[in-house]
Structure formats: structure tokens, C-alpha cells
């Protein structure tokens, strides 16, 4: 059986954040050329059969995403116990996909709005049996991230040169979503080819699936409940309004994306550092790491947000071209919400996931499935995108509230509001420099083909960074200076 090594935070952090600037790029790179080709159109079915079946990979799942990250990392010390943890895991998982699957070609092939794009449906189900042997929370216990990442960039790669060489007009969409689901989820063969290495299949004695139901099945209703405020829009627009405001809302809801799942790269190293730490009872480890965790949830989501917010029509406009403009206004409300989203992001996977008080969590994500849900139903039929994009913001809000209300216990003086005026100072101080720029770019080039308006963000946010590290450099920031190593 192979040995691992565990990384330390800092290498696992570097190489998680690799892969999520990955992330960032890749669809930086194809998402205008994706808009363009397959149009608004072939984009919002795409759009629309992904959140459709990603329901579906959620289901299949329960909460072992979540909850095998947290069991795997508490007894990775234990090869026997490590290597039962994860046979019940596993065997809960392949049990939950195959009925999941058969309620999803049930639905495919007898609910209208689904038949229209049966090829679609077909060709996404294979993500929830790629999800099933892919292992993705196995290697992050063992904090595995640099495997995670190359695997994942690897296939990146690949699926961007399909892309290309593949979708040349409007009636590629279907070879869009297979590429789709290749670079998703096609690293998952190789991941379950790999596990060998770690775990023995042999049967073992005395399987206990019964210690894993609960905690489970309350981190499958909070995924379930999260879903409303994070697909859920995209399938009430899509019932609701057109195809091409799908079109719309998808463009700003990506950029939305990225960045939180950049800026979720942190809380995801250090869940199964901080699950282990609870465990072994390193009170001051854990609060030391929680402190670095929400001063770098603000320091790096507050800038984002508002460069992001002020430089919105020229993103939309770079990502779908002239047609694109109306996603402005959904933007700005989707990249508001990224601030409670690190924020609660931090105080849940952080705090009460390790601290057993999943249920607690459970209740946040509830009320702000209701917020989101009721807000959608009055909202989208009159503003449409802008209305489901604002629901999105409210419903971050009331989840950060409770999340802080139950964890106040442990991030009560963690962050005080002089730290994030500081912040906000700097990010201020960033932005007009690169509206300076932007003003001075604008002066003699007139910002309406592609490669302007690319070289007008990328001159924008360059000078936004170099100018908001500078000063935290100049002004010895904590955090900077530790992460830094200085």
C-alpha cells in the first residue's frame, strides 16, 4: 500500500490555488469564443441541462463531498480504520447513484422541458457515475493537492483544444456539452485508477454504515438547501423567461463562479487540517488558522468585489460581445454576494462542520433557501436575470448572519472593523488608479473589438493588483507578511 505525505498548509494552498486560477483562465480563454459561436441560445441549453443534472450529481452524492473529507482526515492515521471509512463511504455512494440514476432517465424521458433536449441529458448522466468512482474527497483528506491539480489541469488542457478543434458553429452545442463533461469530471477515471495505490478492497469485518447516515444525510440537505440559491435560478428562469436570459444571467453568474471558487480555494485546504486538529484537541493550532482564514476572506474578496462591480460592462462585454451588455446590472448584484459567501464560507467548513454542529449549518443554508426561493418567485417574472441575481445577494446575506450567530463562539474578535476599513482603503485606493488607467486607455483607443476591450481589463486589474500588494507590503499586513514567509 503506497504511503502519503502530507503537505504543508502554505504548499497545499499554492497548489489549490493553482487549481483554481486554472479554473479562472480555462474559461477565460473559451467562454467568449463558446458565446460566439454557439450563440446565447446554444448557451442557455447548455446552461440549462447542466444545473438540470448537476441537481442530479448532487443527489446521487448525499453529503460525502463534504462529510468524507471530515471522516477520512480524522483517521488517516489509522490505515485500518482509514480503509474501512472509506469501503462505507463508498458503498453508501454507489447504492444512492444507481437509484439517482434511474429517477434521472425517468425524469429525461417523461417531463417535457427535458425531453426537448434528450441528447444533452444522456450525454451529462455520465457525470454521476463519474462523480461516484471519482474519490475526489479521499484525496482531499489526505490533502493530496498537488495530484488533484495537475490531473485537473491536464484535462483542462485537453478539453480547450477540443473546444476548438471541435465547435465551429451554432449547432455544436452538443459537442460543447460533451467537452463540457470531460473536462469536469473526465479526471475522475484516473483518480479511481489511482485510489488502488492507497486503499486495499479486500472485505473487511464489522462494516458500521449506520455511524455515517445522519451526518450525511444533514450535509445532503444542506447541499440540497444551498442549491436553491446557487442553480436553482437558473432553472426558475428557465421555466420562467427565454432562452437567451439564460444566455444573459449565465455570462455574469460564470465570473460569479470563478471567483468564488477562487476565493473558496483557502477553506477547502483547511477543512481537513481543521477537522484534524479538533480531533487531536490543538485548540490554539485551530484559532490561529481560523484568524488567517478570515482576514484573507476579506483581503482578497473585498478588492475583487469591487473592481469587478466597477469594471462589469467591459467583462460582459469581452465574455459575449455586443448583445451581452444587459448582463451588467446581474453582475454587480452576483459579485456583491462573493463577500458573505467567503465570509460564511470560512465560519461553516471551518468551524462548524469540524465541530459537529453540522445541523447548525444546515439551518443557515435553510433560511436562505426559503429567502432565495420566495425572492425568485416575486423577482424573476418582473426583472427577470437582475431579479434572480439580486435574490442571490439578500440570501448570502441572511446565510452569513446565522452562520456568524452560531459560530460567534470562535470568530467573535477575529476580525475587527479597523481590519476591514484598512482593506477597504487600500481597495480604494487601488481602483482609482486603474479607472485612471482605464480613463487614460479609453483617451486614444476606443474600447469596442475584442482585443481592446482584453487589453483594457487586463492593464485595469494589473495596475488594481500591483497597486493593492504594494500597499500591504508597504503597510506590513499580517497576513501578507505570514503567508509570505517575511
Not at 176 to 192: D, E, K, R, T
Not at 370 to 393: K, W
Amino acid at each position: 500500500m503506497k504511503t502519503y505525505k502530507i503537505h504543508s498548509v502554505k504548499y497545499s494552498f499554492f497548489m489549490n490555488f493553482i487549481l483554481k486560477v486554472s479554473g479562472f483562465i480555462f474559461p477565460l480563454i473559451t467562454y467568449p469564443y463558446v458565446l460566439r459561436v454557439i450563440q446565447s441560445d446554444g448557451n442557455g441549453k447548455v446552461a440549462f441541462v447542466s444545473a438540470v443534472s448537476g441537481y442530479f450529481v448532487m443527489l446521487s452524492s448525499l453529503g460525502i463531498p463534504t462529510y468524507g473529507i471530515k471522516a477520512c482526515a480524522k483517521v488517516r492515521d489509522n490505515r485500518e480504520e482509514f480503509s474501512k471509512t472509506v469501503h462505507e463511504i463508498l458503498m453508501i455512494h454507489m447504492v444512492s447513484s444507481s437509484v439517482v440514476l434511474i429517477i434521472y432517465f425517468v425524469c429525461v424521458f417523461f417531463i417535457d422541458e427535458f425531453a426537448a433536449e434528450k441528447t444533452l441529458f444522456v450525454i451529462f448522466s455520465v457525470n454521476i457515475f463519474l462523480n461516484t468512482i471519482g474519490f475526489q474527497w479521499f484525496y482531499q483528506a489526505l490533502e493530496q493537492y498537488d495530484y488533484i491539480t495537475l490531473r485537473s489541469v491536464m484535462f483542462k488542457i485537453i478539453s480547450v483544444i477540443l473546444l476548438f478543434f471541435l465547435v465551429r458553429n451554432k449547432n455544436d452545442y452538443i459537442l460543447y456539452g460533451m467537452i463540457s463533461v470531460l473536462a469536469s469530471a473526465g479526471s475522475n477515471v484516473l483518480n479511481f485508477i489511482r485510489i488502488f495505490q492507497f486503499i486495499s478492497f479486500q472485505r473487511l469485518e464489522n462494516y458500521d454504515f449506520k455511524r455515517h447516515l445522519k451526518p450525511i444525510f444533514v450535509l445532503f440537505a444542506h447541499s440540497v438547501a444551498a442549491s436553491v440559491y446557487t442553480g436553482l435560478d437558473v432553472i426558475m428562469l428557465g421555466f420562467m423567461c427565454s432562452r437567451t436570459e439564460i444566455g444573459l444571467y449565465d455570462a455574469a453568474l460564470k465570473t460569479k463562479s470563478i471567483l468564488a471558487a477562487l476565493i473558496s480555494s483557502f477553506n477547502e485546504v483547511l477543512m481537513p487540517r481543521m477537522s484534524y486538529y479538533t480531533k487531536q484537541g490543538n485548540t490554539g493550532a485551530f484559532l490561529n488558522l481560523l484568524k488567517v482564514s478570515m482576514r484573507i476572506a476579506v483581503s482578497v474578496t473585498l478588492p475583487l468585489v469591487l473592481y469587478f462591480s466597477v469594471f462589469s460592462p467591459q467583462c460582459v462585454l469581452f465574455l459575449g460581445g455586443s448583445g451581452y451588455e444587459k448582463a451588467a446590472p446581474m453582475m454587480r448584484f452576483l459579485i456583491s454576494a462573493l463577500l458573505p459567501v467567503a465570509l460564511a464560507g470560512v465560519m461553516a467548513s471551518q468551524v462548524l462542520i469540524p465541530f459537529n454542529m453540522e445541523v447548525r449549518n444546515l439551518q443557515a443554508v435553510l433560511a436562505g433557501a426559503g429567502t432565495d426561493l420566495a425572492l425568485n418567485i416575486i423577482l424573476i417574472p418582473a426583472y427577470g436575470g437582475v431579479g434572480a441575481a439580486f435574490s442571490t445577494l439578500v440570501t448570502e446575506a441572511v446565510v452569513l448572519g446565522l452562520c456568524y450567530y452560531y459560530s460567534r463562539k470562535y470568530v467573535k474578535g477575529l476580525l475587527q472593523k479597523r481590519i476591514i476599513g484598512r482593506y477597504l482603503f487600500y481597495s480604494i485606493l487601488s481602483l482609482s488608479v486603474s479607472i485612471a488607467v482605464r480613463d487614460f486607455f479609453l483617451h486614444f483607443v476606443s474600447a469596442e473589438t475584442e482585443i481592446t476591450i482584453l487589453l483594457l481589463l487586463a492593464a485595469t486589474f494589473t495596475c488594481y493588483a500591483v497597486v493593492y500588494i504594494s500597499l500591504l507590503f508597504v503597510f506590513r499586513d499580517s497576513v501578507m507578511l505570514q503567508i509570505t514567509g517575511r
